[in-house]
């Protein structure tokens, strides 16, 4: 499982075990500043062991300053 934003690089995220199995990352969002507030582009990508995209979706978000 990978994230992105604005279509750059792929980010793995872990795995945890907290309350349910699932995948997190933890991102700081303060050098953001390319598009000021926003909005940005953070793109969810499933692969699977292959490496072929199984799933991905696309959420904008806005950062306060």
Do not use: E, H, L, M
């Given at each position: 499982m990978f994230w992105q934003v604005d279509g750059n690089g792929l980010n793995s995220m872990s795995d945890s075990q907290q309350d349910y199995p699932h995948k997190e990352s933890l991102v700081d969002?303060?050098?953001?500043?390319w598009r000021g507030n926003?909005?940005?582009?953070?793109?969810?990508?499933?692969?699977?062991?292959?490496?072929?995209?199984?799933?991905?979706?696309?959420?904008?978000?806005?950062?306060?300053?």
């Open positions: 969002v303060n050098p953001w500043n926003g909005p940005y582009n953070i793109n969810f990508i499933a692969k699977d062991p292959s490496g072929n995209i199984i799933a991905q979706k696309t959420v904008p978000i806005t950062i306060a300053r």
